[in-house]
């Protein structure tokens, strides 16, 4: 079952702050919605870790492979 979830819930379950989060989503990186405040459904929190596994995302808009 897909849910929705606020900027905290979604920088709670990626282990980061909400700045990041709203970073994300302004560089497009994930894609959020609009419903009062931004929301993110789940499926696409797990679709944004399936296509960034093995990538840096420090700087969303200078998106690096952690292979060395």
């Given amino acids: 079952m897909h849910e929705l979830l606020d900027v ?10 909400r ?3 709203y970073e994300l989503i302004r560089s497009g990186q994930l ?3 609009k419903l009062g405040r931004l ?3 789940t499926m696409e929190l797990d679709d944004f870790l399936n296509r960034n596994a093995g990538m840096d ?3 969303p808009l200078n998106v690096k ?3 060395c």
Avoid: H, I, Y
């Fill in 8 to 17: 905290a819930e979604v920088a709670r379950r990626l282990k980061c702050n």
């Fill in 19 to 21: 700045n990041t989060v």
């Fill in 31 to 33: 894609v959020g919605l």
């Fill in 39 to 41: 929301k993110v459904s």
């Fill in 57 to 59: 995302l420090t700087d």
């Fill in 65 to 67: 492979s952690l292979k």
